[in-house]
């Protein structure tokens, strides 16, 4: 499988290490900086296992060190794009489920640069 990092264009996957689900939002911290309980452990652990497409961090861990958001179909593996993990939460998201292959971050990877 490919990946289309932003920085550096199509690698390997083995080049990066997967790291979840970019979909649901860290909860706040509790008091004195500590997570907060019950918010914390469904963060951790109660998550959609759904056959769609998903977005998902990885680390280009043995490449360019970036933190990305990879656009994958769960079930085909299918990549359709990727995004700059700091990027991924400003700009607006595709839909739980949309394909987004024309988002202008998906063509720019592709296009190597
Ligand atoms: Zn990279």
Known sequence: MLIPCPHCGLRPSEEFVPKGLAEAPRPALGGR??????AWQNY??????VADHS????????????WIVVH????????TGATMA???WKADKPAKGAKDAKSPTAETAEDGQ
């Open 33 to 38: 900086a500590k997570p907060d309980g019950p």
């Open 44 to 49: 951790l652990h109660l998550r959609d296992n």
């Open 55 to 66: 977005h998902e961090y990885f680390h280009h861990a043995l490449g360019c060190r970036s």
């Open 72 to 79: 994958r179909h769960t079930l085909t593996h299918e990549v």
């Open 86 to 88: 700091a990027d991924f």
